[in-house]
């Protein structure tokens, strides 16, 4: 209770009293005085009434100004008995507040206090406790906090007075501390690691469980580091960088963690003040795995899997720099596509594991053949790319090129396998030959095409030919396509004779291009383009239907022969394709000739073969056309019985002239007399050859000096005049 109650009113004139201050009875109510004395009593007592009045009005001023205070307040005197205290400071210690009584010991208060278990700090240890409080009593100075046994925490401040007193003020902390708790839980327990550093210097103030598991540093050896040496590089702490602005409060940064190992954090940082001085907070997340993730797929994006080079991506950008550059220079950039040749044998015999490791070996190779600077990439299953910078002349890249197919050249030891591989080169070099990289691939890969012709193993430079030609080729191919879509092609028909009678006994199918703007188109133009677009088939399956329905209008005993591209027995229809043109055309399969070259043969595949039988086998005839122009070897003769071979024109040649001619003519006749052939002589032009290959005893001709190719309407009129006229006179003249 503060001042003012009946039982301070009763007290505080018990002190007046004492103090004799209190007006007593005269002990000589009737002695006669002097009046001048007795005046000066009564004045002076008046006076002193007026002081006490006074006194007690101030003390009342006081009293109600300091219960207006927000805090407690609490005035002691010299011996640390209560004098004035306020409503606050009453409600703070609520309970102990019966014991306030103006005189009363705050030191009694506080012991009957601790004995009724009021202040829990000073349980188990009272004396030690009261005798601490007293000391800071009298030491005044230092803040302090107490705890009362509500759980509110009080922070006290004590002054000494001039009188000797006691001025003490009472702060309900309880709150605060709740919150600085809930914050400690929030730091201690969180699984983020987190880091609590000065601002000013920069030392570590704190840190958390989690930060000490992370980092691997124990506790007291944490907070004795400075930020600056977890980092991996001396820079900045990122949270010096822009304080004022949020949105930049998380960040990236390098740490070493105590094992030396280097991790990649994302940091939130937020100020704040720590034990008093102004402190960053940090949260740190460890994007370490999330970083490498990042950093494997932009490497495999760019990368071959295999053999881990640079994809072709990669090496644009590669060759888009190193061309910038070259550009400022007298310097030439040549890139070399380099072809692995026959790799798809390797893999189809070996398996695609040793494939694998046969490319994982080649790449090897070539990089340990280039310099640092040199770029090199793998662009597909078999191709890889090499550029090379600081050229002065094109010999030079003849020179790697050398040295890289020589590195390839030696055999491969793969899984018990000696492997040996061999491989083209095309080079392009800038500038000329294409400013830009993928320009300049093109080129490359052009002129390596071109080696692979030439002769494998080879290299060769890019020529502005080759790709006028390609672009000629493309522009063949959308119109073939276009032409095969509109039934354009029609087959041309040239007639075979037989020597000894003049009689037309079949007719060779060529197929002929009428084109808007360019006439005739010969097939020696289309065809190979037809075959490397894989139109061969279309157009091979329109050439047998065409020739088949033509055919049936012919005479029984004429036969029509139709030309097979080796690409067509790899389409796996052949068969059903010649089935279906006899059947829906009614031809007699016997009537029917197919034509094929040596290149079919080549590759000694059992699938060829069998469809070769297969046909065969249905009554169509088979004929090795060109004989003597692949690689002529006998042996394709044993592998097949062909019905028919055809000798190649440039053997027809000059016949008349050249001895040699004349030789193989014979023996090419003898060798089928021997297997029981026809053998037929192509691009029979003169008399000359015709009365040579008739003396050689050659079964057939065909050729312009009998007839070139002609349209269906003209063969009819043609076989009728054979039939009108006499046997002999027919074609021969
Ligand atoms: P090939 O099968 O050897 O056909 C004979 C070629 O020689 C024809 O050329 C023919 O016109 C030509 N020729 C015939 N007699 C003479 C002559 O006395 N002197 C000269 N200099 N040449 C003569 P064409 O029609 O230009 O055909 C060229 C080649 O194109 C053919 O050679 C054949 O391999 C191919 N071909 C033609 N049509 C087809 C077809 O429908 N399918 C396939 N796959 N190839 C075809
Ligand atoms: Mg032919
Ligand atoms: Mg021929």
Not at 100 to 108: K, S, T, V, Y
Not at 124 to 133: F, L, Q, S, Y
Not at 467 to 476: P, T, Y
């Amino acid at each position: 209770m503060s001042l003012g109650s009946k039982e301070t009113r009763k007290r505080k004139r018990t002190v007046l009293a004492r103090s004799g201050r209190q007006p007593r009875k005269p002990r000589f109510a009737h002695a006669a005085r002097p009046r001048i004395e007795r005046d000066q009593f009564v004045q002076s007592r008046a006076e002193a009434e007026a002081a006490i009045a006074d006194a007690r009005r101030s003390h009342e001023r006081l009293r109600q100004a300091v219960d207006l205070l927000p805090q407690g307040i609490v005035i002691l005197d010299p011996e640390g008995r209560y004098v004035l205290w306020n409503k606050q400071y009453a409600e703070i210690y609520s309970k102990t507040a019966d014991l306030f009584q103006e005189g009363a010991r705050l030191e009694d208060t506080l012991r009957v206090g601790v004995a009724r278990g009021d202040y829990p700090e000073a349980e188990g240890h009272e004396d030690e406790w009261i005798a601490a409080r007293l000391k800071k009593l009298y030491e005044p100075g230092k803040r302090h906090e107490q705890t009362l046994s509500d759980g509110r925490v009080i922070l006290i401040e004590e002054r000494r007075t001039d009188d000797g007193g006691v001025v003490g003020l009472r702060v309900d902390i309880t709150e605060l501390k709740q919150r600085e708790a809930s914050f400690r839980l929030l730091f201690d327990g969180n699984p983020v690691p987190m880091i609590v550093c000065a601002l000013d210097d920069e030392r570590i103030l704190g840190v958390n469980d989690a930060a000490i598991a992370h980092y691997g540093y124990g506790r007291a050896e944490f907070e004795r580091l400075k930020i600056r040496s977890l980092q991996a590089f001396d820079s900045e702490p990122p949270w010096t960088k822009d304080r004022s602005s949020e949105e930049q409060a998380a960040r990236t940064w390098k740490h070493v963690k105590a094992d030396g190992a280097l991790i990649d954090l994302a940091i939130y940082s937020r100020e704040l003040v720590y034990h008093e001085r102004p402190a960053v907070l940090l949260a740190l997340m460890d994007i370490t795995e999330r970083k490498r993730a990042e950093a494997r797929l932009a490497f495999m994006a760019q990368h071959d899997g295999l053999t881990g080079l640079p994809n072709r991506n990669l090496l644009r950008q590669t060759m888009d720099e190193m061309l910038l550059h070259s550009r400022r220079s007298p310097e030439k950039v040549a890139v070399l596509m380099l072809g692995l040749d026959n790799f798809k044998a390797v893999n189809d015999t070996l398996g695609h594991a040793v494939g694998d490791k046969l490319l994982r070996g080649v790449a090897k190779r070539l990089r340990s053949t280039l310099r640092e600077e040199d770029a090199l990439a793998r662009l597909n299953s078999d191709e890889f790319a090499i550029v090379q910078s600081g050229l002065t002349r094109p010999e030079d890249a003849v020179g790697l090129a050398k040295r890289l197919l020589e590195a390839i050249a030696d055999p491969y030891l793969l899984d018990g396998h000696s492997v040996v591989i061999g491989a083209s080169i095309g080079i392009a070099m800038a500038p000329g030959d294409g400013d830009e990289s993928e320009k300049l691939l093109k080129s490359a890969g052009m002129a390596l095409s071109r080696a692979k012709l030439d002769s494998r193993g080879s290299f060769a430079f890019f020529e502005a030919a080759l790709d006028a030609k390609a672009q000629g080729r493309r522009k063949i191919e959308v119109e073939l396509r276009d032409a095969i879509q509109h039934d354009v092609l029609r087959p041309y028909y040239q007639p075979l004779i037989d020597l000894s009678s003049g009689r037309i006994t079949g007719f060779e199918a060529l197929v002929r291009w009428p084109h808007a703007e360019r006439g005739m188109v010969s097939p020696a133009e289309f065809i190979p383009v037809a075959e490397e677009t894989g139109l061969i088939n279309p157009l091979g399956g329109l050439m047998l239907r065409r020739a088949c329905l033509d055919a049936v209008t012919w005479p029984d005993d004429v036969s029509v022969a139709v030309n097979l591209s080796p690409l067509q027995f790899r389409s796996g229809n052949l068969l059903s394709m010649v089935t279906d043109a006899l059947k829906h055309s009614g031809l007699s399969p016997r009537r029917l000739e197919l034509e094929i070259t040596e290149t079919l043969l080549l590759e000694k595949s059992a699938q060829v073969l069998a469809t070769l039988h297969a046909l065969r086998a249905l009554g169509v005839r088979i004929s090795m056309d060109d004989f003597g122009t692949g690689y002529s070897s006998l042996s394709y003769l044993r592998s097949f019985p062909f019905d028919k071979i055809k000798i190649d024109q440039s053997f027809v040649r000059d016949l008349g002239a050249n001895r040699e001619a004349q030789a193989i003519i014979r023996s090419i006749v003898s060798l089928g007399k021997g297997l029981g052939v026809i053998i037929t002589a192509e691009g029979v032009e003169t008399e000359a050859e015709l009365s040579c290959l008739r003396a050689e005893g050659c079964d057939e001709g065909q050729g312009f000096l009998f007839s070139k190719a002609r349209p269906n309407a003209e063969i009819i009129s043609l076989l009728a005049a054979q039939r009108g006229i006499d046997g002999d006179a027919a074609l021969v003249a």
